[in-house]
């Protein structure tokens, strides 16, 4: 018989929970894998906890490029952002100032055979931004033509573009939303009515919008309105011309009589001109006659010009005839006549009143006998109203 050794039959009886014991103490961490995300700009701790680490293991952090950032406590690069905190058993890896470029998946790991790791997966977020060198300016066109709008815009998860339109001396409460989204807004065949400030707004959530303004200016000829094309004054008296012009760039305007330019600095003219601004590239051109003369009646023309093109509109001034108003007079009736007036005309008597009103119009006054001629008319017609009361009296 084999005579076996005390010591090797107790080796053998203890080794496999020698070998548990052994693997019991063996370093493990909290997690396998974590998810975190950060946005732009701010610091980031990604953390890494062992437990059992002993002091034979060493602790290093390695970035998405493999590229060994730490070993336990101590930078292994020229990076200051990148730096190692926390208690006891913990080797959490900071990064500050987190760039866009430090995304992706970092190992903590320790030198144990084989080697084990706990991997934290990072997600940057990037705030909207609008890239100016590569967005539109103010533009200025010509009416009819096409008008297209960049905004460049970047950020992580990518940022939405809305458009909005406003009027240039408009508030921000007059603000359109446009039915219009993404990097680029085409305005086809612009009219005078494009003539506004628009402004393209960038979010993505990470942080508050962003927005750009551009100034589209349209260049148009001008438009003349006449508020009447006919106007009438009594000789002697003030009269005032009104034009609407219509018109960018401004141009020039002015008032004509028989197709000449009327001289308002010439002594002793009689006209005066005012303009005044009422918005919206539209101007107010008056025309003032401080005492009207028989040669000012006729017609004016208003006539506005710009480079890229004319307008007019013409109105006629007439004299203003003023027709006699009738005249009333009263006559008295006696109780008989007001009876036999009523059953001959129909005519029902007023009780509060004795007299008949009838109207008698006034006849021109030519000269000095017109008084004469109008009492004569006077008489005559008394006369001619008794003698048909008298005559309606007798056939009663």
Request: glycine share 6%.
């Amino acid at each position: 018989m084999w005579k076996i050794n005390g010591n090797i039959v107790l080796l053998i009886i203890f080794y496999p929970f020698l070998i548990g014991a052994r693997r019991a103490v063996e370093p493990t961490f909290d997690s396998a894998v974590q998810n975190i995300t950060v946005k732009a700009g701010h610091t980031i701790i990604l953390p890494c906890r062992i437990e059992n680490r002993g002091t034979k293991y060493a602790i290093i952090w390695k970035s998405p490029d493999n590229i060994i950032l730490t070993m336990d406590y101590q930078p292994q690069t020229d990076e200051p952002r990148y730096s190692i905190i926390g208690e006891e058993n913990e080797w959490n890896l900071q990064i500050t100032n987190v760039l866009w470029e430090d995304r992706g998946s970092y190992q903590c790991q320790i030198n144990t055979k084989p080697i084990r790791y706990k991997t934290v997966n990072v997600n940057v977020q990037v705030p909207a931004a609008i890239v100016d060198e590569f967005s539109s300016n103010d533009a200025t066109v010509d009416e009819g033509e096409t008008v297209v709008l960049y905004c460049n815009v970047t950020g992580v998860p990518r940022p939405e573009v809305t458009w909005y339109k406003k009027p240039f001396r408009g508030l921000d409460i007059d603000r359109q939303k446009l039915d219009k989204t993404g990097e680029m807004l085409v305005i086809k065949n612009v009219s005078r009515y494009c003539d506004d400030i628009y402004s393209c707004v960038a979010e993505n959530g990470v942080s508050s919008a962003v927005s750009r303004q551009m100034r589209v200016t349209v260049e148009y000829p001008p438009e003349v309105t006449l508020p009447s094309s006919r106007m009438r004054q009594i000789l002697g008296k003030a009269t005032m011309f009104e034009c609407k012009v219509n018109a960018f760039p401004v141009g020039e305007t002015s008032w004509r009589k028989f197709g000449e330019k009327i001289r308002i600095k010439e002594e002793d003219s009689g006209f005066s001109t005012d303009a005044y601004e009422i918005g919206g590239n539209t101007w107010v051109v008056t025309l003032t006659i401080t005492k009207v003369r028989q040669t000012d009646y006729g017609k004016y023309e208003c006539y506005s010009s710009n480079p890229l093109g004319s307008d007019s509109e013409t109105l006629e001034f007439f004299p203003y005839s003023v027709e006699p108003k009738p005249t009333k007079i009263s006559v008295e009736y006696n109780d008989k006549e007001k009876h036999k007036l009523k059953k001959s005309t129909g005519y029902k008597h007023d009780k509060n009143s004795s007299n008949k009103e009838l109207p008698i119009r006034r006849r021109a006054r030519n000269g000095s006998g017109d008084s004469k001629s109008n009492m004569t008319s006077l008489h005559l017609t008394l006369l001619a109203l008794t003698l048909t009361i008298t005559f309606i009296s007798l056939i009663c």
